[in-house]
């Protein structure tokens, strides 16, 4: 990864915002020493949330507009060359008067006037970590689900993981269902 490409890939003036997500992954995956980057596309399909084909036009945009070169390899992902240097005749890039590799401005007190406007208790921290008493609880709860469910093939150090991560949410049922285990809610049975 190279900040500075990152840093380009941001300040990069392009009206298409999927194309602008599309140079950030590539960017993200550029190696400086070496000069260039050799994503897969499906790889940059999965980090913008785009199908392969939608990727495979932006990056011909990009490529057609100056902000990458493409050297296409049989059987393997292909290599991109980030054009950090030229300043193409195109909508899309950014103002002449700068160099694509200075640091991008930023307002340094951007973030500092944002206030919390939801103070809800949905949006409360839940616990990081079990104190001993729950963890020694914990262990018994397991203890008890492992009888029950070792003859359908679950092993111990997972039940007594799903039941930890249980024990740091609010114990609702929900919650329980969330750890997507396939075995009943410890409190419906009684082990709680």
């Known amino acids: 990864m190279s900040v ?37 596309v499906n790889r940059l399909s999965k980090m913008c949330g785009c199908s392969r084909a939608t990727t495979l036009r932006k990056l011909k945009l990009l490529e057609e507009n100056g902000f990458v070169k493409r050297q296409r390899r049989f059987n393997k992902s292909n290599i991109y060359v980030l054009i950090l240097t030229s300043q193409p005749d195109t909508p899309y890039h950014t103002d002449t008067s700068n160099t694509p590799l200075e640091v991008s401005q930023c307002d340094p007190n951007l973030y500092n006037n944002l206030t919390i406007i939801n103070k809800s208790e949905k949006f409360k921290p839940q616990r990081k970590t079990l104190s001993d008493k729950q963890k020694a609880f914990a262990e018994q709860v397991a203890q008890k689900m492992f009888a029950a469910y070792k003859p359908e093939g679950f092993y111990y150090k997972h039940i007594l993981a799903d039941v930890e991560r249980f024990f740091l949410t609010k114990q609702s049922a929900s919650d329980w269902q969330e750890i997507g285990n396939g075995m009943d809610n410890p409190k419906d049975r009684g082990w709680m």
């Not at 500075?4 to 020493?33: F, I, Q, T």
């Open 4 to 40: 500075k490409a990152l840093g380009w890939a941001w300040d990069a003036d392009l009206n298409d915002p999927l194309a602008k997500l599309v140079l950030l992954a590539v960017a993200d995956h550029y190696n400086e020493s070496m000069q260039q980057a050799w994503p897969s």
